[in-house]
């Protein structure tokens, strides 16, 4: 994979800047996005108190709600800290996990949509495409939809929400509703190992903290995670050295 020079500034950009990246995020992930932001050079930070989340967006450079592990609480901390971070115009990353599953969820993701106005929606072919209302087959929080099935919905998606939206699966496909950028890569491994998506949610809220052009800021998060998944699963004997391995070559990562 080539990565132009446009990369190698935001990657430069996130090392100098350091942005704070707020996470309202789920249980399972906490530990693998923060690492995951840690080691580019990004700072998380990982607040979900009602009592807080408005004062910690207010000073985040940007915003990822991710509702992988749902309850009532966070709901209302998400739409708190959302519509701040829309009011100050500071990025929202909207993972939308397990969309369609359930229709808590759905109801969930349709009011975060609606009131926060997210700047990038990430998620995986089924999630993506039950936002429209469109047919799609999800097992729990997993895709079983290929990511080219979700090209038109994701189009679509982000002509109704103003949204980029960024589709992860074997090949990533990124839009604006007019424009489509692929990303191809990685490895086989990456299902294997939980919360790899999220952690593309939370890469993508470093690029965009970084980088006013929403569309290429997402591009550029999912060439990072298919560069460096592709590098880490080259030594990795399965799952568990692949996750270590992955957090080294977002840490060596050099031009």
Same mark, same amino acid.
């Given at each position: 994979?080539?990565?132009?020079?446009?990369?190698?500034?935001?990657?430069?950009?996130?090392?100098?800047?350091?942005?704070?990246?707020?996470?309202?995020?789920?249980?399972?992930?906490?530990?693998?996005?923060?690492?995951?932001?840690?080691?580019?050079?990004?700072?998380?930070?990982?607040?979900?108190?009602?009592?807080?989340?408005?004062?910690?967006?207010?000073?985040?450079?940007?915003?990822?709600?991710?509702?992988?592990?749902?309850?009532?609480?966070?709901?209302?901390?998400?739409?708190?800290?959302?519509?701040?971070?829309?009011?100050?115009?500071?990025?929202?990353?909207?993972?939308?996990?397990?969309?369609?599953?359930?229709?808590?969820?759905?109801?969930?993701?349709?009011?975060?949509?609606?009131?926060?106005?997210?700047?990038?929606?990430?998620?995986?072919?089924?999630?993506?495409?039950?936002?429209?209302?469109?047919?799609?087959?999800? #097992?729990?929080?997993?895709?079983?939809?290929?990511?080219?099935?979700?090209?038109?919905?994701? #189009?679509?998606?982000?002509?109704?929400?103003?949204?980029?939206?960024?589709?992860?699966?074997?090949?990533? +496909?990124?839009?604006?509703?007019?424009?489509?950028?692929?990303?191809?890569?990685?490895?086989?491994?990456?299902?294997?190992?939980?919360?790899?998506?999220?952690?593309?949610?939370?890469?993508?809220?470093?690029?965009?903290?970084?980088?006013?052009?929403?569309?290429?800021?997402?591009?550029?998060?999912?060439?990072?995670?298919? +560069?460096?998944? +592709?590098?880490?699963?080259?030594?990795?004997?399965?799952?568990?050295?692949?996750?270590?391995?992955?957090?080294?070559?977002?840490?060596?990562?050099?031009?």
């Amino acid at each position: 994979m080539k990565l132009d020079k446009s990369f190698w500034e935001d990657i430069a950009a996130i090392g100098s800047q350091s942005p704070l990246v707020h996470n309202i995020t789920n249980f399972v992930v906490m530990n693998n996005t923060a690492n995951a932001l840690l080691a580019i050079g990004a700072s998380p930070v990982m607040a979900h108190a009602v009592e807080e989340v408005e004062d910690m967006a207010k000073i985040s450079s940007a915003l990822v709600l991710n509702i992988g592990t749902l309850s009532p609480r966070w709901v209302e901390a998400m739409l708190l800290a959302g519509k701040v971070a829309k009011q100050r115009a500071i990025p929202i990353v909207f993972d939308p996990v397990g969309a369609g599953a359930t229709p808590y969820r759905l109801k969930v993701c349709q009011q975060i949509i609606e009131e926060c106005r997210p700047t990038i929606i990430r998620g995986n072919a089924s999630e993506i495409m039950a936002l429209i209302g469109a047919d799609s087959a999800t #097992k729990g929080v997993d895709s079983t939809d290929s990511s080219e099935s979700a090209i038109e919905s994701a #189009k679509q998606l982000a002509k109704q929400t103003g949204a980029v939206v960024s589709v992860s699966g074997a090949i990533d +496909y990124i839009t604006d509703g007019v424009t489509i950028h692929q990303v191809e890569g990685g490895s086989a491994i990456m299902p294997r190992v939980t919360g790899m998506g999220c952690t593309s949610t939370a890469l993508t809220a470093a690029f965009v903290a970084v980088n006013s052009d929403a569309l290429e800021a997402a591009t550029h998060a999912m060439q990072l995670m298919s +560069y460096a998944g +592709y590098r880490a699963a080259q030594n990795a004997q399965g799952p568990g050295s692949f996750q270590v391995n992955f957090l080294d070559e977002l840490y060596t990562l050099k031009p």
